[in-house]
């Protein structure tokens, strides 16, 4: 049988927006002395929008778009909705494209009118071993410094052409959750496979103690395992396909509800609204909750 106390706490969870997976890990939240957050989709909205694009002499701004939404054409990251709604505003027919293919962490890259075109972030360009140059690179400078997202398109003659600028929210809720993780001593990191700019200004603007950027997607389980070794006890919240390992290596995995489902999977405590403040009223539950037990 169910012990009463345990019962109760998981229905006052399901009314605090929460579905609890793992009482064991709802249990140990009590104790959690680090919360990791992702990014994109769980401190921000994760609905990205082109504020900003820079082109060369080579292609112009409307060949530009119909080649980068000809190659996003088939991705589901957000960062592809972006630029297909951007050449959807502005009337450009996207071109079509062959042998799409998803580059992990790193972007996506298509065969477009008969060349290998890529798009994707610095982590990619690095791969490729191309730089930006000139107006490019000046362009991406003060993206970066406006916490925005760039996200280079590169020709197969490996020579970034254009670059674009992407712009996310940050969550309301967000700032309130970490202010009140810090009023109970739990200190926050973030951790994304964003650029090291938009990374710092995010976590400036938050107060985040430590962030990890470019993180490839394999590694973002070894910066839990990193804190774990520390002596912490670590929570990890996340969205994301990428995020899964971090969120089942994590002492209390949580997964945002709108999440992946291989997320979703992997989380020990779902949070049904999407709300990071929820991850404060899942301590706080925890802390009442065991507390009584004892
Ligand atoms: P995160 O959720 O932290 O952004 P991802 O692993 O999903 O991490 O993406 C890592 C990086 O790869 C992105 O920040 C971006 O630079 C690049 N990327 C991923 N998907 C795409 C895409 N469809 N188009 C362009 N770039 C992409
Ligand atoms: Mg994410």
Redesign the pocket.
Known sequence: AVPLVVAINTSTAAQNGMLVRDRIAMEEARNLDTVMF????TLTKGEQGVVGVQTTEVWDEKRVFEIAAGV?SD?E?M??RAIRNSAEERGVQREQVTGFENL?????RATADGETVH??????IEKLGVEPSGEIAAFAAEAGANAQ?V?YLVRENSKVVAAFALADVVRDESRQAIEALHAMGIEVAML???SEDVAKAVAEELGIDQYFSEVL?EEKDTKVEQLQSEGKLVAMVGD?V?DAPALARADVGVAIGSGTDVAIESGDIILVDNNPLDVVRLIRLSKASYRKMQ
């Open positions: 992702d990014k994109t989709g996003e991705s990251h960062i592809a992990r962490g790193l972007g996506v798009l994707g972030g610095p982590n990619l997202t996200i994304t496979g964003d997607p994301g990428n």
